[in-house]
């Protein structure tokens, strides 16, 4: 599940969240809308405040396979 997600299902506010992780409300809008990515200690902690919900794998970035695959094509 998304933070974004958590957040709003919970009927909670980015302030509110951030209060319970401990972090600014400014680090948790950026890190919902993609800006910035959280820091290991920042991911357990919101880990641990959504009950495992959010999870670390829900911040990785899915990289473009295909372009990385594909081979060059010579000049």
């Known amino acids: 599940m998304k933070l974004a997600q ?12 951030a209060v319970t992780v401990g972090m600014s409300q400014s680090q948790i809008s950026r890190i919902k809308r993609g800006i910035s990515r ?5 991911v357990a902690a919101i880990e641990r405040a959504t009950g495992g ?10 990289a473009d396979v295909s372009a990385a695959s594909a081979p060059e094509q010579a000049a």
């Open 53 to 62: 919900q959010v999870t670390a794998s829900d911040f990785a970035q899915t």
């Open 6 to 17: 958590y957040i709003s299902d919970h009927e909670m506010t980015d302030e509110a969240f």
């Open 38 to 42: 959280p820091s290991w200690d920042s």
